[in-house]
Structures are given as structure tokens and as C-alpha cells.
């Protein structure tokens, strides 16, 4: 599957999630949740901190949020993203998207041996989406 297959798959999805949601509007992993938003997505914040973040209810992990999410963006270091395909695939997510700086070698192989529908090839999902702000 190309590129563009694989981001319009994982844009499909009716319902995202952010992991690595920040309540620190400067960090991408508020503004990947913000641009979910300002185009009409229903996103879930994933941080093990819980709170709210964008008045939005933050949820501690995948398995947390009630309802089925079909696509992830992650947001994290890249030895805690190669635990999140894990938990992914467990949640029963089809789509990750590791933003830029997210991915690794593990995690890549991981979603590949998982049979997930992923992108890691430096493609940001602000620029496919086109956040607006700052």
C-alpha cells in the first residue's frame, strides 16, 4: 500500500485518538489533538496523567476510552511508542500514525509483523490536516 493509501485509510476513521496528548499548547502533542478539531474529528487525548486537555477528558490508555477507536496518532518518545503499537493492537486499533521523531525501528517492525496499517515515513499529520494556529 502507498503513502497515500495508508493516510487516507487513517483518516477514514470515525473516531482518533492522540497519544501523548500535552496540556502544553507549545508541544505537538496538543496541536496534532487541536488539529483533529478544527476539522470536525471526534479525538480522545491519551495521557497517563488524566485530567482534561482542550476540555476534552484525557484518558490514562487506549483500553480507557469508551468508545472503539480505529486510528491513532502518536505523539512520544520512540521506546515508548514500540509499547503503544502493543497497546494499540490490543485496544484493537487498524491505524497508527507515528508522528515525526516517534517512530523506531522496533515499533515499525512490530506494526508491520501485526499486520497494522501504519505510517512512519516523516509524514505529519499538521500538514496533511493543515493546523491552523499557533
Not at 15 to 42: E, I, P, T, W
Not at 63 to 75: F, G, L
Not at 105 to 130: K, M, T, Y
Amino acid at each position: 500500500m502507498d503513502i497515500g493509501t495508508r493516510i487516507d485509510t487513517f483518516l477514514e476513521a470515525p473516531v482518533f485518538a492522540v497519544v501523548g496528548a500535552s496540556r502544553d499548547r507549545s508541544k505537538y502533542g496538543n496541536k496534532v489533538l487541536r488539529c483533529y478539531l478544527q476539522n470536525n474529528r471526534s479525538a480522545h487525548p491519551i495521557n497517563p496523567r488524566g485530567g482534561d486537555i482542550e476540555g476534552l477528558p484525557a484518558y490514562p490508555s487506549l483500553q480507557a476510552v469508551p468508545d472503539p477507536v480505529e486510528s491513532v496518532s502518536i505523539i512520544t518518545p520512540p521506546h515508548v511508542t514500540e509499547t503503544i503499537v502493543e497497546d494499540a493492537h490490543q485496544a484493537g486499533v487498524q491505524n497508527l500514525w507515528m508522528q515525526p521523531g516517534a517512530e523506531s525501528p522496533a515499533a515499525i517492525q512490530r506494526a508491520e509483523e501485526l499486520g497494522l496499517n501504519f505510517i512512519a515515513d516523516g509524514s505529519c499529520l499538521l500538514v496533511v490536516l493543515g493546523f491552523k494556529g499557533p
